[in-house]
């Protein structure tokens, strides 16, 4: 390992739906944190752990910043304040394709006394060059307004690839001379379980509409591996808010959560590098986004 070895954690922020899990999935090589059209699907720091010769990076897929309208949200916002106290960066990320507004400058304004603060002008590859330029352009303008000292603005497309292996390096630069802080062979530090109700719930939510999306939560029953086999039993919760989002999750005959299973199937059986058995519930645990209780049942602990 060199004398100059790198290690240390970068905490990517922004509003709702601006790309920042496609982001962290990119960054790492692989997918490690579910994606979805939905804002606010992320609702846990994860950790995706990138290591190279020269460096070892932890990226922390924060929350989206927002207003929050009942107690998880709120919980959530304070995730990401938590998460801001310890790291080395900040990148902050804005999309080419939308007006910088007020949530913007409200997450600019709380990392003004971070040391080292990049921005990422995310979905290149929805913009034409000349209207990406005028964005260029706005961010630039914007950060001086707020008073925020930025070490680089870079436009990229996590979706293609495009300059995130430039973001990569610029990171890296940030980061102080440590050894690496986590074995070299792991992406992230997120347990199985946790990555499995993620990837479960990405599936139930991927065709859903409204409000339905934010009151699904998933929680792990049991799950077992079978004596000398490569192969898993799962079973699994999906907790709605009220009867009316169970009919929809279940479907006519049952026929939206078989297609729901046989989707997290396939996600969870790329993730285990195993073949699996998935047996889906759904439960009604009433108005869960506000209940103090249920929330600290669920894992959403306010510390």
Not at 36 to 41: F, G, L, M, V
Not at 148 to 164: D, H, M, N, R, Y
Not at 186 to 213: C, G, H, K, N
Not at 258 to 284: Q, W
Request: proline fraction near 4%.
């Amino acid at each position: 390992m060199s004398e100059e070895h790198k290690a240390g954690f970068v905490a990517i922020i922004g509003r709702p739906n601006v790309g920042k899990s496609t982001l962290v999935n990119a960054l790492v090589g692989r997918k490690i944190v579910i994606t979805s059209k939905h804002p606010n699907t992320t609702r846990n720091p994860i950790r995706g752990i990138i290591s190279k010769p020269d460096f070892q990076m932890i990226v922390v897929d924060t929350p989206g910043i927002h207003k929050p309208k009942t107690l998880l949200g709120t919980r959530l916002n304070n995730m990401v304040t938590e998460n801001l106290e310890s790291v080395d960066a900040v990148l902050i990320c804005i999309p080419a394709d939308e007006e910088i507004g007020q949530g913007d400058e409200f997450i600019a304004r709380q990392v003004l006394k971070q040391r080292r603060v990049y921005i990422a002008v995310t979905k290149v590859d929805r913009v034409k060059s000349e209207d990406l330029m005028q964005q260029l352009i706005a961010v630039s303008e914007f950060a001086n307004r707020v008073g925020l000292k930025v070490e680089e603005i870079v436009p990229i497309s996590a979706k293609e690839l495009e300059q995130t292996d430039l973001l990569l390096g610029l990171l890296a630069k940030a980061l102080p001379v440590s050894p690496s802080l986590y074995p070299e062979d792991i992406t992230t530090d997120q347990a199985s379980e946790l990555t499995i109700t993620e990837l479960i719930r990405e599936a139930a939510i991927e065709d859903l509409y409204e409000e339905v999306p934010h009151s699904v939560v998933v929680t792990i029953d049991e799950m077992s591996k079978r004596e000398g086999k490569e192969f898993y039993d799962i079973h699994a919760t999906l907790h709605v808010e009220r009867d009316s989002q169970k009919s929809i999750i279940i479907g006519p005959q049952g026929s939206r959560l078989k297609a729901i299973g046989i989707r997290a199937r396939g996600s969870v059986e790329t993730f285990l590098d195993a073949k699996i058995y998935l047996g889906l519930h759904v439960k009604v645990s009433k108005e869960w986004q506000r209940d103090a209780k249920a929330l600290t049942k669920l894992g959403f602990i306010e510390r």
